[in-house]
């Protein structure tokens, strides 16, 4: 940037409002939702939505729950006046929704407008005209009194054409346009002036509309400006007052929820804040930030992605990944802290509880979504993702220490390929670690007995003999072990052909596999008073999966005896070179 640059703008001032009450209020409802998507947005495309595209948006609004739908601009194009005739004429709107319709105040789209609702059950009427000093000194080059008789002007008209259709219920709406940078005195005088003309009564109310056309300020300003005009307007008691922020700050869906606060009824946005350059507000963000606190939205987004791609049909803008509550990434947590933190989350959250999940302000499954993507993991994830996927996916709940020990082969192999690691890789390095490993032993069968000595108590272990056939080096043997209870005997077993086997841990767990119960056991142990290891087995039996296990440890242990003869064998060879 160029400096000194910055000297060129001017903060814009605040507002002075004594002893304003919205900081100290709460949300305790939801607003009246206005979606603009079928005018505002499809102004914004690139290619506006044909006929079919605005058909099957509409249908889509009406069935997440909205009451206010603005349809169309019907004098900008013949496109959007025919779309409104066919909703009429095909009787398409349902009887609790109320179109709308946008037409600046001139007489000409003022009468073209009013034709296109001809025969509707229920319509807003929407005018609005320019008031801030810019527009009024560089665009249009006129006073104040002469932009307030264009407004006036319009409303006059449009209660005319309205009061010569008797057969339509109909509510107008009225904007200031620009009213974010108007001064305040000035937008109180024109609304006043046109509640009066339309003779808004608490019966027969109107809609002021009181928009941030283009943002420029921080949301606590637009605030000030609402609860200055909800404290000063006439006939405030016949007026719906509704806000339409837009997103030039970054700062709609603060804005709105303040302006909420400040004393509006009504908010007018559009799905995931699609609009003129950065958009509308995101009545999505809105609806489920409310829902959140506790207060249902009247809005339905339990299948949340079915109205993302509807919209992303529709408007062919897709939604970003990190977009909130329905972006791809948004439920995601690749960081090893996040998802362990997770991962003890769900499993302390009971059913019906207050929801309680670090890192995830809402539940996925009430917008539709599963867990599978809550937890991913790449090269920044820890043990609690690589945990979580395999418990989720295949039901194998590691303990502890085995979690931090898997975590660092996984994340060794995502470091490798530099990509995401899915579940199904995930159980593939589980499996090949501790499953698939078979030398220097190999599983083939086993035969077992179980005596109980009538002489003993009967709480007593059974004496127990057992023989298991293996592969030990490729080469085939039969080992043999008894004792009081079968895993002593086997304990012994593998003891008579030199693996002395002390058990630290031990975890037994029923899991489902292809539709099959399974028994898996998972083992801590020391081989011949070497280092710790885990092994794994899984089998249809309790039994299979034990010798299994340790099976598992003992391979692990020579495999981890090689590597160490190895690594030595490396450091002896390197000091002789020094040497030499």
């Known amino acids: 940037m160029i400096i000194d640059a910055h000297k060129k703008y001017r903060a814009f001032p605040t507002v002075a409002l004594q002893d304003r009450q919205w900081p100290s209020r709460s949300i305790t409802h939801a607003p009246i939702w206005m979606s603009t998507d079928l005018r505002d947005g499809n102004q914004a495309l690139i290619e506006p939505m044909d006929a079919a ?3 099957r948006f509409f249908e889509m609004l009406v069935k997440i729950g909205l009451k206010e739908i603005e349809v169309a601009f019907p004098s900008a194009s013949e496109t959007d006046f025919a779309f409104v005739r066919k909703l009429i004429e095909e009787q398409r709107i349902p009887d ?4 709308e319709v946008l037409t600046q ?24 005209n320019p008031i801030a000093p810019a527009f009024r000194r560089i665009v249009f080059g006129k006073t104040r009194e002469e932009v307030k008789q264009i407004a006036t002007d319009g409303t006059r008209l449009i ?10 219920e109909w509510v107008f709406e009225y904007s200031p346009e620009t009213f974010s940078m108007a001064e305040l005195d000035f937008s109180k005088e024109v609304c006043d002036a046109v509640s009066a003309i339309w003779g808004a009564t608490p019966e027969r109310k109107m809609i002021i509309n009181l928009p941030t056309t283009v943002e420029c300020a921080t949301p606590n300003v637009y605030a000030d400006q609402i609860e200055w005009m909800h404290r000063n307007l006439e006939r405030r008691d016949a007026i719906i007052l509704s806000v339409h922020p837009h997103n030039d700050r970054g700062t709609a869906v603060a804005a709105a929820e303040l302006a909420v606060m400040a004393g509006a009824d009504r908010v007018e946005g559009c799905l995931f804040g699609n609009g003129e350059r950065t958009g509308n507000v995101d009545l999505v963000t809105l609806a489920l930030n409310l829902y959140t606190q506790s207060i249902h939205p009247g809005l339905d987004f339990s299948d949340i992605d079915s109205v993302r791609q509807c919209v992303e049909a529709c408007n062919q803008i897709p939604v970003h990944p990190r977009h909130p509550y329905v972006g791809d990434l948004v439920h995601t947590a690749f960081s090893g802290s996040h998802q362990d933190a997770i991962k003890k989350g769900f499993a302390q959250q009971d059913k019906d509880a207050i929801w309680e999940v670090p890192y995830l302000p ?10 599978d993507a809550v937890i991913r993991v790449n090269s920044q994830s820890g043990k609690g993702g690589t945990a979580f996927l395999l418990e989720q996916e295949y039901g194998i709940s590691m303990p502890r220490r085995l979690q931090i020990e898997f975590s660092k082969l996984v994340q060794a192999s995502a470091d490798q390929s530099g990509k995401e690691m899915t579940a199904q890789q995930i159980h593939q390095i589980f499996s090949d670690s501790y499953l698939s490993a078979a030398s220097p032993l190999r599983y083939q069968a086993h035969h077992a007995n179980t005596v109980l000595d009538h002489r003993t108590s009967p709480s007593d272990t059974a004496q127990a003999s057992l023989c298991i056939d293996l592969l ?10 008894a004792g009081h209870g079968m895993l002593a005997a086997q304990l012994q077993a593998f003891k008579a052909i030199g693996y002395d086997i002390n058990i630290m841990d031990r975890q037994d767990q029923h899991i489902v596999q292809n539709g099959t119960s399974r028994h898996l056991c998972i083992m801590e142990a020391r081989v011949n008073h070497g280092s ?17 296990a340790m099976i598992s440890v003992i391979n692990r242990h020579s495999l981890a005896n090689n590597i160490e003869t190895e690594q030595s064998s490396s450091t002896i060879n390197v000091i002789e070179v020094i040497t030499a």
């Open 159 to 168: 209660r005319q054409l309205c009061d010569a259709m008797p057969e339509t």
């Open 362 to 371: 809402i539940d996925p499954a009430d917008i539709g979504r599963n867990y």
């Open 53 to 55: 595209k605005k058909l």
């Open 105 to 128: 105040a001139r007489e000409d789209l003022i009468h073209r407008t009013m034709e296109s609702l001809r025969g509707a059950k229920r319509a807003i009427v929407h005018l609005y």
């Open 532 to 548: 710790t290891q885990h092994g794994a087995g899984i089998a249809d039996d309790e039994l299979t999966a034990t010798i299994s």
């Open 96 to 99: 609790d929704v109320t179109i």
């Open 472 to 481: 030990h080096h490729e080469q085939p043997q039969a080992i043999h072990g």
